[in-house]
């Protein structure tokens, strides 16, 4: 998959709110949405008002950079959320929410998505038994999430549940253990468990022009 290779403070700031894209360094004061006000940018202060295209485009940009998302993946989960019955935008949360790589951070074996798809994607984490090295794997209720036995995968999530300031785990996961790292899924995900303050709305609308 793409990546950001720049510095992804910006997305914060050109967002204005944290995406916690490095993890708890976030929380500290080398913030730069704290630091630095304003968008990034040397004409930052000459933009007018938003119309409402750009409204709901910032929507969806923030969703992207949060979950670590691209373009052509986001589309693919706006037309999958768009098939299920009831509102096509909580859905939509819904199927983000599943994937693997979040998952892995709010369960706290990661600080952050960037730094759960790497531990995903070099094969410490397993489904059901089986390794699964795909962050955007869907997982579904009853699946068991484990970090593979081997010391050094251990060791890896071990500092990181150890680190103070880490979020709760929401209620539709269960972090069973942490010596060894385990954990299940209990149920899926609805919008007012998605942690990013979002219209999912806004989105739609966009999308569906």
Not at 80 to 107: F, K, Y
């Amino acid at each position: 998959m793409g990546r950001t290779t720049g510095p992804v403070c910006r997305l914060c700031r050109r967002e204005g709110m944290k995406l916690f894209l490095k993890g708890t360094r976030c929380d500290t004061p080398k913030c730069a949405v704290e630091r630095r006000e304003g968008m990034p940018g040397m004409h930052q202060y000459r933009r007018g008002k938003q119309s409402e295209y750009a409204i709901r485009l910032r929507e969806k940009q923030k969703v992207k950079r949060y979950y670590g998302i691209f373009e052509r993946q986001f589309r693919k989960y706006f037309e999958m959320a768009g098939r299920r019955p009831g509102n096509t935008g909580d859905a939509l949360m819904s199927l983000i929410e599943r994937r693997l790589d979040n998952v892995v951070t709010r369960l706290g074996f990661a600080v952050s998505r960037p730094a759960s798809r790497q531990l995903i994607a070099h094969g410490h984490v397993t489904v059901n038994g089986r390794k699964v090295d795909v962050p955007s794997y869907l997982v579904k209720p009853g699946d068991q999430i484990k970090v593979k036995a081997r010391e050094a995968s251990q060791r890896l999530v071990a500092n990181v549940l150890q680190t103070e300031g880490m979020p709760p785990v929401p209620d539709w996961l269960d972090r069973v253990a942490v010596d060894p790292a385990e954990a299940r899924v209990n149920r899926l995900p609805s919008i007012q468990d998605v942690s990013l303050p979002v219209t999912p709305q806004l989105i739609v609308e966009l999308l569906s022009r």
